[in-house]
């Protein structure tokens, strides 16, 4: 029986980066992944599928706008293949590249699937039956999550499509109802509403992507019913079915019915651990369907630690590196400080979102009094020759308006600009540090010195300078 100091299950963001820390300590590792590439559904299924589909939408949505131009217009019968035309040698090149990090390292890498034995050992299937066990000293269990099944939506994978699957249809469809209104929902709508796809988005909640302000929310929802996009809120979900021919029929509890060519159930996604017995090392879930850990990723058994999307939000790729790392460092006992808490999210959506910090209602309640900036990206040259209609900078600071709290953009290239206020961030500055620096021109970073010249003016007395 092979024996290991540290055996690492997933090969996600979280479960590589755990793996190179501990090699890197010198211990003796393994690393277990069912599939036959390296890199989880973050990789092949989720991340790096979407980003690359969103880039061609992008394309197709600047040659409509640009008609003066180019008459623009995707054929109907237009194979998902074609849209992303990329991704086979973007994920040959991702994957070869993890490979030669592992190989380099020295971390033996088992295809297979593992489940416990124990606290301590694991048995590993392989692709042809065969098995073996392993011990381990410490486990970092890293095995990402998979998509929620609600009872009421049948997921056939074929009309009916969950976020793992709804890149394997083989043709772009004519109209589009997406459930839900979280990350997912929001990023898949939007760019197939921009690929010209007719798309309806519902859900039970007001707006979509409610752990961010209303302000900017509304803007996104603006921009995906520009686009021709469908936004039906507040609706509860009763029934999904299949016609038999040509249409999934979604009704709604008060009557509504959206009919449409295919379905996308974005509702959420649950920690991927059916086949890994953890009740056999003495784990169990929390009520949330995640493995719980403390601040050191230490699960209720001392040796056995976890990180990613399996314990829950705010799963984020960045985030579970720098947590797949952290939980190695802590199981092998080397010190680390603590873990930022100024973690910034990226929305890729049709526009972005980002944000990084607190929300508005977050500041208000624990700061009371606070002051906020914004800035219009219509309002800023680069926003005006890019032609970029929704996009805004919001400052949120304390109510002296000095001390920045957070940061939220909406519009394209939010996912960029949102790392400049997070430095001023890590770096304790006040707002004021957005007016004496000078940015290029033109560029939409100028607008965090609109929206910074907007907090200053409130204040109660303010440097004439400004």
């Not at 509860?236 to 009704?251: A, F, K, M, R």
């Amino acid at each position: 029986m092979k024996q290991f100091d540290v055996i690492v299950i997933g090969s996600g963001p979280a479960g590589q980066k755990a793996a190179v820390q501990a090699s890197k300590a010198g211990k003796n590792v393994a690393i277990i992944e069912r599939d036959q590439y390296l890199g989880g559904a973050c990789v092949h299924r989720g991340t790096i599928p979407s980003k690359t589909l969103r880039e061609n939408a992008l394309r197709v949505k600047k040659m409509r706008e640009n008609a003066a131009l180019c008459n623009f217009e995707l054929a109907e019968d237009t194979e998902m293949s074609t849209l992303i035309d990329r991704l086979h040698k973007v994920l040959k090149a991702h994957d070869g590249f993890m490979v030669s990090q592992i190989e380099r390292n020295n971390i033996e890498r088992i295809h297979g699937r593992a489940k416990f034995i124990s606290a301590n050992e694991i048995e590993i299937t392989k692709v042809r039956g065969e098995s073996e066990n392993c011990q381990g000293k410490s486990f970092v269990i890293a095995s990402g999550s998979i998509p929620c099944k609600p009872a009421n939506i049948p997921v056939d994978h074929e009309n009916i499509f969950d976020s793992d699957s709804i890149l394997t249809m083989l043709y772009l469809p004519k109209s589009l109802t997406v459930l839900g209104g979280g990350v997912i929902a929001s990023e898949y709508a939007s760019i197939f509403q921009a690929l010209g796809v007719k798309v309806t988005m519902v859900d039970r909640y007001p707006l979509p992507l409610g752990f961010m302000d209303s302000d900017l929310t509304e803007k996104f929802v603006h921009a995906f019913q520009e686009m021709g996009g469908k936004w039906l809120g507040e609706k509860n979900v009763s029934s999904v079915e299949w016609d038999g021919l040509s249409q999934v029929i979604t009704t709604c509890d008060d009557g509504t019915v959206v009919k449409s060519s295919k379905l996308l159930c974005a509702a959420g996604r649950e920690a991927n651990v059916k086949d890994l017995y953890l009740e056999n090392a003495g784990l169990d879930l929390n009520e949330y369907g995640n493995i719980s850990v403390d601040e050191l990723l230490q699960t209720q058994v001392s040796h056995i630690y976890a990180a990613g999307d399996v314990i829950g939000p705010p799963s984020l790729a960045s985030a579970s590196m720098e947590q797949g790392r952290r939980a190695s460092c802590n199981a092998l006992g080397i010190e680390v400080g603590p873990m930022s808490k100024t973690i910034p999210s990226g929305i890729y959506g049709i526009p972005e979102l980002s944000a990084v910090g607190l929300t508005e209602q977050q500041a208000n309640k624990e700061h009371g009094k606070i002051t906020i900036g914004r800035a219009n990206f219509e309002e800023i040259s680069r926003g005006q020759i890019n032609g970029i209609r929704d996009g805004m900078l919001k400052i949120i600071c304390d109510e002296n308006g000095e001390k920045i709290l957070g940061v939220q953009i909406v519009g394209e290239g939010a996912t960029e600009l949102i790392h400049i206020g997070q430095m001023a961030m890590l770096s304790n500055a006040n707002v004021d540090i957005f007016v004496e620096s000078i940015f290029n021109f033109p560029t939409l970073a100028e607008a965090y010195r609109v929206a910074a010249l907007t907090v200053i003016g409130q204040r109660a007395s303010h440097a004439d300078k400004y």
